[in-house]
Structure formats: C-alpha cells, structure tokens
C-alpha cells in the first residue's frame, strides 16, 4: 500500500542570480509529511531552510521542481490558483509582530484569518476567533488589545492563533521560538504539540536548535549547502549520526550548553 502524504516535495530547486553570477540555495531537495506528523529541519544559516519553506508556503517562486499538498501540484506563488490550494497551509515566523499590523486588535487579525470562509457570520467568526485565542492560552481579555501590547510570547500565540482559526492541516514553523526566552520556548513548544494531538495537525518544523526540534519531530531532516544530507528519527540523527555535518552540529549544540 502507497502511504497518503499530506506533503510530497519533489527535486525542489531555487535558484537567485546575483550579478553575473547564482546563488543555489535550495539544491533538488526531496521529503514527505504525512497527516499529523511533525517533520524537523535542522541546518546552519544559510543552509536554505526558510527559502525552502517560502516555496513551500507560495512567498517564493519556484526555480525547478514539485510540491503536492493535499494530493494536488501546486502552481507557483504569484497566482489566485495557488493561494486557493494553499489555504488548508499556514506559517509561522520568528518574530511574529511583524506579521501583525500594529493598528489592528488581535481579535480583528485572527478574524483576518477566516476571511476564506464567505458564508461564515460575523457573530460566527468572533465567536470561533474567541475559541482559538482559548485554545492557544490567551485570555478573552486580550481580544482589544494591540500585538505591540502583549509579551513576545504572547505575540507568539496570537500568531498561531490566526495561523490556526480557519482549521488548516500543516504549519510551517519557521524559527519560532528563536526569539523567545529559554522557559518561554519550552511553553511554546508544548503549546504546539498539544495542537498538534488535538487538531491532528502536520509541521515543518524549522530551527537551528536540534535539541528542541527533537522534541516536537516525529522524523529529523539535516539541511546543508541547499541539499538534505541525512533523514531519520531524533533519536537515529542525535544518537547515531551519520553524516559528518550532523555530528558536527550536535558536537556545536552540546559545546554551546556546556
Ligand atoms: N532573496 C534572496 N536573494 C538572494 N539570495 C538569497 C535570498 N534569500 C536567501 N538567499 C540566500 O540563500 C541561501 C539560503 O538562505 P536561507 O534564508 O534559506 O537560509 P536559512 O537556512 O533559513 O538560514 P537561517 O538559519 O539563518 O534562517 C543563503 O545563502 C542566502 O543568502
Ligand atoms: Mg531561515
């Protein structure tokens, strides 16, 4: 039996010119995601972890190759097709007032989120944003207040409150903790998993800090130079590396808590 992907990514390529010559920052690369699972991707700056995932969310034009979300091929960025299949898709950025607009209370963003739903009511749509700002850990008393007004992580779950209300089935993650302090992160990161049990939701999960993508991955891949160098679960990538470039990224992570 052939396992149903909710993700398949195949021979995905970007390519940015920059001056007389190129910069290849995603290189061919291949992996899946099934339906509620949480797939990591790990790899030093620059790797081309975020270009990866820009594609993926339709932010970047593709260079070679094909995603399939949802058993369809999705068309590149730039088109209404493409923004169509890509709504049951949501990321998830570092730092997430950026992706708020400061003149707008947090419950009118989450709301923002529903705006696919044409037939929804707006008494329909308050109350189910209200519901999702429970669900993520923020008090009702939040829902007039400003993402400028609310703590990093706070701002963090505002952010996967939107990116959640209109019930997708992946999120894409992208250093989302980075800018979180240490017990902060640790909240976040059970914040996701719960959801992730509750909503049977799928992750890209992106980070350079191995550690905390083992604890939320059901599968780690190993980003390098635009290319993935090795695949398997936390435990294999921690404990039996076989890439040089993964033993070497543990060996920096350990030296750094040391
Ligand atoms: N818009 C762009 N134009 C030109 N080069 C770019 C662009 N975006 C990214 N790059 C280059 O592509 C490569 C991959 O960058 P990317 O941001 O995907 O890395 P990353 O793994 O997400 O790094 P980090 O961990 O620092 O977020 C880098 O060499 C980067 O300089
Ligand atoms: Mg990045």
Redesign the pocket.
Known sequence: MTEEYLLEIRQLKKV?P?GNSK?V?VSNINFNISPGECLGLI?E???????AANMIAGLLDITEGEIIFDKKILPNKSCRKGFQLRKHMQMVFQNPLSSFSPKMTLLYSICEGLRYRRKMSRNDMVQKAYETMEMVGLKREYANRFCGELSGGECQRAAIARAIVNEPKLLICD?VTSALDVSVQAQILRLLLRLKQELHLSYLFIS?DIALVSNISDRVAV?KEGNIVEEGTPDDIINYPKHPYTDLLIRSAQMKRK
Do not use: N, P, W
């Open positions: 940015f920059q910069i920052a790899g700056s620059g790797s081309g972890k975020s270009t250093e350079h980003m």
